[in-house]
């Protein structure tokens, strides 16, 4: 997405296969907000959903994205670049679940999460620079017996 565009609010859903899903873009620049997206990975579907994008830059700003389903899922981006925030997702699924973006670096701030899964990170798998993770809540409210959760980064 170019420069101070806006992503709408979509409802984007796999039902069989692997799947590859963003909220918006493939790359949000400069200014862009992402929508306020609703992303669904059925049972027999298994893949990787980002809500917003797989890379975020420059005072980007993910959508408040829902997600269900079964495989990873990111709440933002893969990686959150050059003071990038993350918007306050809400994710449950069995699989991995991430808050905000696999990395986040150079000023990005994570957003406030609820998530619901057996292995998460609240905001990411991997902070540096001056990164700052959001006010998650990581529960394991879907019947899971063993848990990894991470406030803030693996």
Request: proline share 0%; hydrophobic share 35%; no cysteine.
């Amino acid at each position: 997405m170019a420069e101070n565009a806006h992503g709408g609010n979509d409802i984007l859903s796999a039902t069989a296969g692997i799947s590859y899903l963003y909220g918006d873009a493939l790359r949000m620049r400069t200014n862009v907000e992402g929508g306020n997206d609703t992303l669904t990975l059925s049972q027999s579907a298994d893949g990787l959903a980002f809500g917003d994008a797989e890379v975020m830059f420059d005072h980007s700003r993910g959508g408040n994205d829902v997600f269900y389903g079964r495989g990873t899922l990111v709440g933002d981006a893969s990686a959150l670049v050059g003071s990038a925030q993350g918007g306050d997702d809400h994710i449950a699924v069995i699989g991995t679940a991430v808050g905000d973006g696999l990395s986040m670096s150079d000023g990005s701030n994570g957003g406030s999460d609820i998530i619901q899964s057996g292995q998460a990170a609240g905001d990411a798998l991997w902070m540096y620079g001056s990164a700052e993770g959001g006010d998650d809540i990581l529960s394991t409210g879907l019947g899971f017996s063993i848990a990894t959760l991470r406030g803030d980064s693996a």
